[in-house]
């Protein structure tokens, strides 16, 4: 079993920056990939970014490209997540997810992952 907990959501301003963070335990977390997905108001959770074990390959959706940066510090068990130059189209709530067992699709998938925290609200204001 994991248990993933996000922290560091709220409420920002369009062009700020805000950290997103995913403590994970029951298990090593340098055991399995992690991803960071959203939900915004009447839409379907999408992608955003991952992150694999040794957090040497990544991965991030067109719309967060250049201004969000995934890393992870397997020595504290979390993930991160920078969100810089914010835009009012990132509010939504998001997830971070575990991928324990191997999967030949893509991190960008939400079936491969196996756990999902709670999810934390990101606020962008305009």
């Known amino acids: 079993q994991v248990q993933l907990v996000e922290s560091g959501g709220g409420l920002v301003q369009a062009g700020g920056s805000l950290r997103l963070s995913c403590a994970a335990s029951?298990?090593?977390?340098?055991?399995?990939?992690m991803g960071w997905f959203r939900q915004a108001p009447g839409k379907d959770r999408e992608f955003v970014s991952a992150i694999s074990r040794a957090g040497v390959r990544s991965n991030y959706a067109d719309s967060v490209k250049g201004r969000f940066t995934i890393s992870r510090d397997n020595a504290k068990n979390t993930v991160y997540l920078q969100m810089n130059s914010v835009k009012p189209e990132d509010t939504a709530i998001y997830y971070c997810?575990?991928?324990?067992?191997?999967?030949?699709?893509?991190?960008?998938?939400?079936?491969?992952?196996?756990?999902w925290g709670q999810g934390i609200q990101v606020t962008v204001s305009s």
């Open positions: 997810a575990a991928r324990v067992t191997y999967s030949s699709d893509s991190l960008t998938s939400e079936r491969v992952y196996e756990y």
């Open positions: 029951g298990r090593t977390s340098s055991n399995y990939a």
